[in-house]
């Protein structure tokens, strides 16, 4: 049995989602045993499909894919805008 979760962020720009998917798309392209993540970009939106054999490799898979995304947010906010 498969299990699925999709997770949708909202952020501020297309260019942040552009920037964010950036920094996730080198762990979404790792192969996993028992889980896999593909990221969608939609306007404002990155969604992040998520499939597991398991509860707990989805749990694992969404915790760690929603750490990476506030850390790589919270980086971001601290950088020095470059308008």
Do not use: F, H
Request: proline content about 5%; aromatic content about 2%; overall charge negative.
């Amino acid at each position: 049995m498969v299990l699925s979760a999709t997770l949708t962020l909202r952020l501020d720009s297309p260019e942040a989602v552009r920037i964010l998917a950036g920094a996730l798309g080198p762990e979404a392209e790792v192969d996993l045993p028992r889980s896999t993540v593909a990221l969608r970009q939609d306007g404002d939106r990155l969604l992040l499909l998520v499939e597991a054999e398991d509860v707990a490799s989805l749990r694992a898979a969404v915790n760690s894919y929603l750490r990476w995304c506030a850390t790589a947010l919270d980086v971001a906010s601290a950088l020095p805008a470059t308008d």
